[in-house]
């Protein structure tokens, strides 16, 4: 597939460009003593601090609330939940760690190829000064930043993707979205974007092999950033 | 001057990133046949089609429309009285003309440096397609893109800059706005910014010298971004 009209890629970031959980554990590990299941308590933080309230929002069942405030809410009970024994500053540090996040080792090489040919961007559901934080650390080079919280609601919401081409001065179906999350490809083809899919088998932990097959109707399949790269003659 | 607190330089780009004049002079004379004066007829479409209708907006006279439509709205008119025959499509290049700017010969030096200890953003009054294709066309490395147009409105209306240091995660003290416009840098101060002035005596074209000084009580006066990343330390 090589969509000649699209002239923007936009990408999700939790979980498709950064490894949220390696990330989330090594923090949590560094700042509380024991040997707590760091890596259950990631998990649980991402289900119930994130994809939890972000599906409540986008089914209009609660208002839109910034991620970091999502992310915050259930702290206190996860922490407990896990004996995890962390002070208020401890508590910061940990939620800050949302925007210290490590890339997957195909991104940097693929955006790099990608970006010669294509306007690049995250569309994530983490917050502009999160994913700004990011790219800065991680030395990733979009060419802007576009976070669901521009348009006060979350992915899937179609406002999200609609938005997002709306501010590259593009038609829906110039740009494509590049997830490893079916929820959000189906979103987007649903807004008439175009779609990539590109699993990460290890998003929820090295061996676990928890990642959904795309759906049926997905324009690209490729196995990494260097290989949607290829795929799209960048 | 060295205000510790700032973590975060936005900068207006039409006028002080970039020579808006010689860009649109340039566009206009090579779309259209003849000799008429391309300087004066940039000069009046940037009062014409952009200063005077962003006044309206920031003053509550008209409704907020993208720096796109109001730029096309005299063009007609603009070129008619400067004598320069353009058809539709010729028209339509030279809009986009506004999106393909070359940075004054200091920027790219100066934002290198500062990048490497401040997050640095445009904050303008261009469309946020604009300011993204300009930098991707002259390499500015920007960690993200901030345009006015995300907050429904245009500097110097305090909810511009207000915005911009929501968007950072920042409070207002900790962003500078770095701009060659007193009324810009009036607008940043009123909002709890720190400002940087920064003299572009050619913007209304070479040797016009028409810039006015910098409001008294801005925090910082350097010669041009290279100069700023002196005084900063960057």
């Known amino acids: 597939m090589q969509d000649e009209r ?69 702290l206190d009970r996860l922490l407990g939940r896990h004996l995890i024994e962390l002070g208020p500053s401890g508590r910061r540090v940990l939620l800050g760690a949302w925007a210290r996040l490590d890339p997957w080792p195909d991104v940097a090489d693929g955006l790099d190829r990608l970006r010669r040919r294509y306007t690049i961007a995250p569309l994530s559901n983490a917050s502009f000064a999160q994913l700004t934080g990011m790219a800065r650390r991680a030395g990733l080079g979009w060419d802007c930043i576009i976070s669901t919280e521009l348009f006060g609601t979350y992915k899937p919401d179609a406002a999200a993707y609609l938005g997002a081409a709306r501010l590259l001065g593009l038609d829906p179906g110039e740009v494509m979205l590049v997830a490893a999350h079916p929820a959000d490809l189906l979103g987007a083809a649903a807004a008439g974007l175009a779609t990539a899919y590109v699993p990460r088998p290890d998003e929820w932990g090295p061996g676990t092999r928890t990642g959904e097959p795309p759906p049926a109707d997905t324009d690209l399949v490729a196995a990494d950033f260097v290989a949607l790269a290829d795929a799209l003659g960048a």
């Open 6 to 74: 699209v002239a923007a890629l936009v990408f999700d970031v939790f979980g498709t460009v950064v490894d949220w959980r390696s990330g989330v554990v090594e923090a949590a590990r560094s700042l509380a003593p024991g040997d707590a299941d760091f890596g259950a308590f990631a998990d649980d933080w991402r289900r119930e601090g994130y994809l939890a309230p972000i599906g409540e929002v986008v089914s209009g069942r609660r208002p839109f609330e910034p991620v970091e405030s999502l992310l915050a809410e259930p």
